[in-house]
C-alpha cells in the first residue's frame, strides 16, 4: 500500500464495485496496520500554577480565564464584560 492511499480512495473503490459492476458483497483484501491509541497529555496543577507565574501580569487574568473556562483563543478575544457572571 502506498502513502497517498486513502479512506476517500478505498470508499470510492467500494462504490465502484457496489454500484456500477453491482456486486453486493466487496472485500478488496486490504489490512492497515494497528495503531497504539494516543494518551493525551495533561499538566497537573502545579505545572499550571509555574506557567501562570511566568506570564506577564498584563495577560494573567487573560490566561486564567481561558484556561478555567476552557476557552479558545478566539472566544477569549470575543468575550465581554456581560458575558462574565
Do not use: H
Amino acid at each position: 500500500m502506498t502513502a497517498g492511499f486513502t479512506w476517500q480512495a478505498l470508499n470510492a473503490l467500494v462504490f465502484f464495485y457496489k454500484a456500477v459492476c453491482g456486486r453486493d458483497e466487496v472485500d478488496l483484501g486490504v489490512s492497515f496496520r494497528k495503531t497504539d491509541p494516543r494518551i493525551p497529555v495533561v499538566p497537573d496543577a502545579g505545572e499550571v500554577l509555574r506557567v501562570f507565574e511566568k506570564i506577564d501580569t498584563k495577560y494573567n487574568l487573560m490566561a486564567r480565564i481561558q484556561y478555567g473556562g476552557g476557552l479558545r483563543l478566539m472566544e477569549l478575544v470575543r468575550l465581554r464584560v456581560k458575558d462574565v457572571d
